[in-house]
């Protein structure tokens, strides 16, 4: 989920309305095909789920 107060990388171009019908459509797109997901945030709890997420899928492929 976009949070539009977290910095951005301003090495290349930045269009914040681009940004922002991206998160809008990918989101709609997930939602429209049923497509189970977990909406995070860039709050720490959000970021501490997704860490423990990737490290559970990285012990799974190493399998």
């Known amino acids: 989920m976009l949070d539009p107060d977290e910095p ?3 090495s290349h171009d930045y ?3 681009y ?6 459509h990918v989101h709609g797109l997930l939602a429209d095909d ?3 997901h977990q909406r995070v945030t860039s709050d720490r709890g959000s970021q501490t ?3 423990r997420a ?10």
Do not use: K, M, S
């Open 54 to 63: 990737l490290q559970l899928c990285l012990q799974e492929a190493a399998v």
């Open 8 to 10: 951005v990388d301003q």
């Open 34 to 36: 049923g497509i189970p």
């Open 19 to 24: 940004r922002l019908l991206v998160d809008r």
């Open 15 to 17: 269009d914040h309305r």
């Open 49 to 51: 789920r997704i860490e």
